[in-house]
């Protein structure tokens, strides 16, 4: 039951951290405006990819680490709350601005292919090393003291699903022109509950600081 708890806890996290606004969801949104749905699938699954990328990265890097220096584990989760809070304020602050997503008038199909489409995706999502910060907290905060196989392998499957749909369904949505004018004209709303929402785990973070 404790590790099924964890499961949900974590997917729960990394679902906010998915949702803020930033370079994977920019690269997402571009697709689907200015190019076609299939393009945005192929980098919304590119942009899944990298994020089971990194999932892999901070669980072995974090297993590795707290085996070593288990003293670093109490830290880990000061730095990871004080970040997402950092996180929350630049979303709330940049809630008004508007996001580059439009296309440019007049611009003709580059013939991009799928794998391009799908290379894009991934690499975007692989520079981004706030990604790999938010994995490596999250994991510090919540992870169980023992991980058995079954849990790992569960945990990185719903990881990858949860990437690649939610990045997916964003391909969708704003592949529609109403529905790409609604998120446009609502975003202030919506960042800034986002926002909140990140703030509200950072402050989880610290206050569950010695637990």
């Given amino acids: ?27 997402v949104a571009r697709a689907a405006v200015s190019r076609s ?46 970040y997402l809070l950092y996180l929350g304020w630049n979303i709330w602050r940049g809630a008004s601005r508007p996001l580059p997503v439009q296309a440019d008038e007049g611009s003709q199909p580059d013939g991009r292919s799928w794998l391009k489409a799908f290379t894009t995706g991934l690499l975007t999502q692989l520079s981004n090393p706030k990604t790999a910060l938010v994995f ?13 196989l079954w849990f790992l392998i569960t945990l990185l499957v719903l990881i990858g699903s949860l990437e690649t749909g939610w990045y997916c369904l964003v391909a969708l949505v704003l592949s529609s022109p109403v529905s790409q004018k609604g ?15 990140m703030g509200a785990l950072g402050v989880r973070l610290l206050t569950h600081s010695g637990s």
Avoid: N
């Fill in 1 to 27: 039951m404790e590790l099924m708890i964890a499961l949900l806890l974590i997917v729960g996290a990394l679902l906010l951290g998915a949702m803020s606004p930033g370079p994977s969801f920019l690269v």
């Fill in 37 to 82: 749905r299939q393009a945005a699938l192929a980098t919304a699954l590119g942009v899944g990819l990298g994020g089971l990328v990194f999932a892999v990265l901070a669980l072995l890097g974090l297993q590795a680490l707290l085996q070593s220096v288990p003293q670093l584990y109490l830290l880990m989760k000061l730095l990871g709350g004080g």
């Fill in 183 to 197: 998120y446009l004209r609502g975003k202030r709303y919506f960042d800034r509950i986002a926002a909140a929402m």
């Fill in 136 to 148: 490596s907290s999250i994991f510090a905060a919540l992870l169980p003291a023992e991980q058995p």
